[in-house]
């Protein structure tokens, strides 16, 4: 890999991560797991993001296609965290009859059928407290922090298909 130099700016903006990275150290120890709901559809869809086998290397690869693998991997993860809730919905679960099934694939990070590294402890939501059409899972800060990051990425239209698969104006 080339090693660039850094402009004033970029060397400010390396330290301000190192930074936040020390900052992120200390509020890790204080938040253990955060419960969400997430809607069946994007639950499933997470799910086979976790059941899907990424076969090939990744190769070498820009700053951005490394952002969109650690995207990749963190979705895999909030799958993984699905398929262990279980759920009454067969779209959603990988047991037609529902339950806790922990069956899973490999997460983009090349992770296995374990957490990956995950704190996620996972529940579900069938005493009928919250909404029916949901997947409540509890997951490691992280988790939360990365779905929340990818969400902020696309709303500053930073996550854009690539050039190749961009539609025209019409």
Do not use: K
């Not at 086998?53 to 820009?62: A, C, F, N, V, Y």
């Amino acid at each position: 890999m080339v090693m660039m130099d850094e402009t004033p700016a970029q060397s400010r903006y390396r330290a301000d991560a190192q930074l936040l990275a020390r900052i992120g150290e200390h509020l890790a120890g204080q938040v253990e797991s955060v419960t969400v709901r997430l809607p069946n559809d994007l639950a499933a869809a997470a799910a086979l993001a976790w059941d899907r086998d990424e076969t090939d290397p990744p190769g070498p690869e820009s700053g951005e296609q490394a952002y969109l693998r650690s995207f990749a991997a963190a979705l895999a993860l909030l799958g993984l965290a699905v398929r262990q809730a279980g759920t009454d919905d067969p779209a959603v679960s990988n047991n037609p009859a529902g339950g806790n099934d922990t069956a899973g694939g490999n997460n983009p990070a090349g992770g296995s059928d374990t957490a990956g590294g995950s704190d996620a402890v996972v529940g579900n939501d069938r005493a009928g407290a919250g909404d029916a059409e949901t997947v409540e899972i509890t997951v490691a800060p992280a988790q939360l922090a990365a779905a929340l990051f990818a969400h902020e990425s696309a709303a500053d239209g930073l996550l854009r298909a690539h050039p190749a698969n961009r539609i025209a104006p019409g």
